[in-house]
């Protein structure tokens, strides 16, 4: 449904995207997964075709972005990061003029509007102004008002940004009954991993490249075992000294010692004996998706 | 059809809506050139020849504040969505310029209020070429702030333009004083200013004195000045981005 091959783009000499390339599928959630700076909206924003890549191609639905942007746009709901609603105006109002953008009219634009409102919970607040909404409410309108075309693919730029948690669950219930019922296919980018986690495959995006790509699953079981991170006083000699005696490859992060270790429980009673009095505090994780950056990369994602 | 006009409908009917959910947006418009208009015209014992100065100074606010919010609402609102729509970009454009110019015209005609203050009578029948002219002023100078603001990253850039470039045309245009007894370098700027034709176009409508530039000739600038920004609105609102306008 999208394909992205070789996307390179530049801001004068600073690179923002080198050689990305990847390619999903019908009906799934792609997720990019990156810190903030790492390409990601220069990415959404070409598959937006809100502008063109210095180099190499992308397509969805079988139409080029550059090329045929406007078939692109017929195929394609966006949902920004900002927002996109006329506060001024109320919800209806909102959707009615997205809808005349598309060129929906009549009874056929009141049906779509009644339908998407229905789906998302708004029925009630279609006379409220925008500007009297919560941002859960506000998000659920933003989507409200890119699927009223009915879109083949859902493009999510940071959709969650400033939500709450439990808003934060809502809109992925809401993202993963599109999947399921219309068989919408949604690329969304995010820095939060516990939405990264609820995607069906993810691509990791560090400095412009793409660093790994796979299932949630597939990309932890690339870690060997368990995640330990220690505190120390002085993390340098702690981590030459483990290093040595257990022939790990410790990492120093935020001057915490962080180390990938098979039966992490066996390695931390073995750590504390053979260093007596260097370990402040110890935490035995099962690798998240931030371990799996922090593995491919060096550095963390927030 | 239906694809062009129905988006450009929307916009246009968007701007009103906006602006009649905040009626106050008017004071502020209408207030200043009005004290300016009193200051000087009761200064100098001569209102009526301050009159069409302050009334495209009203238009000329009213334009400038409409299309300032294409900066804002390109980054965050309303704008990016049209951004990312298949409506053509030109309806876009012609929908946003005729709205925010709806918006200019309304104030002006608020403005055409305050003309017996200026000794000028307007019948039904002379209100017709007055309201069209203020209209044709209207959509100009909406164009103006339309292909300023484009490009624009800042509302401060706006304002700095503002000061340095609107205001000071507005004050070699005859709204101040006639181009027949300016001097040297200024005259010349007058000769070229285009609002120097949009303040005549309106003596000449209100039958006010001191219209230098001839009733044709300054319908004709007007209205050319106006197709050469819409055509260059359009012509920039239609450009590939690879540096995103949002």
């Known amino acids: 449904m999208i394909q992205v091959q070789n996307l390179t783009h530049r801001y004068g000499d600073r690179s923002a995207l080198s050689h990305v390339s990847f390619e999903v599928k019908k009906g799934e959630i792609f997720g990019l997964l990156g810190p903030n700076g790492g390409g990601k909206s220069t990415l959404f924003r070409i598959l937006a075709t809100m502008m063109v890549p210095t180099e190499g191609s992308a397509a969805i639905a079988g139409c080029d972005v550059e090329r045929d942007a406007a078939e692109v746009r017929r195929r394609v709901g966006v949902v920004f990061q900002t927002q996109s609603l006329d506060k001024a105006l109320t919800v209806e109002e909102n959707l009615r003029a997205q809808g005349h953008l598309h060129g929906l009219s009549g009874a056929v634009l009141r049906e779509r509007m009644g339908d998407a409102m229905e789906r998302l919970g708004l029925a009630d607040r279609r006379k409220d102004l925008v500007e009297t909404l919560s941002g859960g409410l506000r998000r659920r309108v933003e989507i409200a008002k890119a699927l009223l075309h009915r879109p083949q693919v859902l493009l999510m730029d940071e959709a969650s940004t400033g939500l709450d948690p439990a808003a934060r669950r809502d809109l992925s219930r809401n993202v993963a009954s599109l999947r399921d019922n219309q068989g919408v296919t949604i690329l969304l980018t995010t820095h939060i991993l516990e939405e990264a986690d609820r995607c069906d495959r993810l691509a990791l995006l560090h400095q412009g490249k793409i660093v790994k790509q796979g299932s949630p699953g597939e990309l932890r079981s690339g870690i060997g075992g368990d995640v330990v991170v220690l505190e120390t006083g002085d993390p340098a000699a702690l981590a030459g000294g483990i290093a040595q005696r257990f022939g790990a490859q410790p990492t120093l992060m935020d001057g915490q010692v962080r180390v990938e270790i098979e039966n992490g429980h066996r390695f931390i009673a073995e750590v504390v004996e053979a260093f007596p009095g260097a370990v402040d505090s110890v935490r035995l994780n099962k690798p998240t998706l931030e371990d799996v950056f922090v593995h491919e990369t060096g550095a963390s994602i927030e | ?246």
């Open chain 2, 1 to 246: 059809m239906s694809s062009f006009f129905l988006p450009a409908a929307t916009l246009w009917q968007r701007e009103l809506v906006r602006f009649w959910r905040q009626k106050s947006r008017v004071l502020g418009v209408v207030a200043s050139p009005l004290v300016f208009w009193l200051l000087i015209g009761y200064g100098s014992n001569d209102l009526a020849r301050f009159y069409s100065g302050a009334l495209v100074l009203t238009v000329m606010f009213s334009a400038i504040f409409s299309t300032i919010s294409i900066i804002e609402d390109r980054r965050e609102g309303f704008l990016l969505s049209m951004l990312v729509s298949p409506a053509p970009r030109s309806s876009l454009v012609l929908g946003k310029i005729l709205g925010s110019a709806t918006l200019a015209w309304i104030q002006g005609l608020i403005f055409l209020c305050f003309a017996p203050l200026a000794g000028v009578r307007i019948g039904a029948i002379e209100l017709v070429p007055v309201a069209a002219a203020i209209f044709l002023i209207s959509f100009t100078l909406t164009g103006l702030g339309f292909v300023i603001a484009w490009r624009m990253e800042s509302t401060a850039g706006f304002h700095a333009i503002m000061n340095l470039l609107l205001v000071p045309m507005w004050m070699v245009s005859g709204s101040l004083f006639p181009m027949a007894t300016a001097h040297g370098w200024v005259k010349a700027i007058m000769w070229v200013n285009p609002l120097t034709y949009s303040i005549a176009l309106m003596n000449h409508t209100l039958r006010l004195p001191n219209a230098a530039p001839g009733e044709m000739e300054s319908l004709a600038v007007t209205a050319v000045f106006g197709l050469v920004l819409l055509l260059a609105c359009g012509l920039m609102a239609a450009q590939k981005a690879t540096r995103s306008a949002a």
